[in-house]
T-cell receptor
Framework: SQTIHQWPATLVQPVGSPLSLECTVE??????LYWYRQAAGRGLQLLFY??????ISSEVPQNLSASRPQDRQFILSSKKLLLSDSGFYLC??????????????FGPGTRLTVT | AQSVTQPDIHITVSEGASLELRCNYS??????LFWYVQSPGQGLQLLLK??????LVQGIKGFEAEFKRSQSSFNLRKPSVHWSDAAEYFCAVVRMDSSYKLIFGSGTRLLVRP
């Protein structure tokens, strides 16, 4: 069966420090992968998505970046964190087969607090 | 452009009472629709989905939703709410291009009175 992992679960970082959040999917190959951010009391904002290795699309211009170094690994990064980067970061995946009909499966999330 | 509206930010119901959470979408063709639930500090869990066919779909945890094309709605229902149903609920529609992006509503927070 397929599972999705996010690491770390929680993170407290000072303003100006770098960031690296990791998402990995097991039990599938060539999934679509997505990064979302959920600010406190707000809905989900799509940040990046990837349809394959090295293929990243950005939804919102900001100081974050994403990379997909391996088929089932999706990394969210920043060189210098801002206070406004605080939030709950969720990774999601969509199976590659057409029969899955686009439903996204979410990871457990990473709570980032920038101080 | 596709969009999803959840008009209720908060809803409070008593335990054992029935529940209906509203969702309206904007899309010209038949949409692919979803309801997700998020408990505090957790990821999103898929409750149910609609792609085609029977307009009343059953999901997990005793939830159901009805697709009404004439009203552009996909409301979530549960006949008897349990205290463990307290969570945030998101309605979503798939963007029909190669990205398969989900367009989410802003969410409805459900509070359950004992």
């Amino acid at each position: 069966s397929q599972t999705i992992h996010q690491w770390p679960a929680t993170l407290v970082q000072p303003v100006g420090s770098p960031l690296s959040l990791e998402c990995t999917v097991e039990g599938t190959s060539n999934p679509n992968l997505y990064w979302y951010r959920q600010a406190a009391g707000r809905g989900l904002q799509l940040l990046f998505y990837s349809v394959g290795i090295g293929q990243i699309s950005s939804e919102v211009p900001q100081n974050l970046s994403a990379s997909r170094p391996q088929d089932r690994q999706f990394i969210l990064s920043s060189k210098k964190l801002l206070l406004s980067d605080s939030g709950f970061y969720l990774c999601a995946w969509v199976p590659p087969r057409a029969g899955a009909r686009y439903e996204q499966y979410f990871g457990p999330g990473t709570r980032l607090t920038v101080t | 452009a596709q969009s999803v509206t959840q008009p209720d930010i908060h809803i409070t119901v008593s335990e054992g009472a029935s529940l209906e959470l509203r969702c309206n979408y904007s899309y010209g063709a038949t949409p692919y629709l979803f309801w997700y639930v998020q408990s505090p500090g957790q990821g999103l869990q898929l409750l149910l989905k609609y792609f085609s066919g029977d307009t009343l779909v059953q999901g997990i945890k005793g939830f159901e939703a009805e697709f009404k094309r004439s009203q552009s709605s996909f409301n979530l229902r549960k006949p008897s709410v349990h205290w463990s149903d307290a969570a945030e609920y998101f309605c979503a529609v798939v963007r029909m291009d190669s990205s398969y992006k989900l367009i989410f509503g802003s969410g409805t927070r459900l509070l359950v009175r004992p």
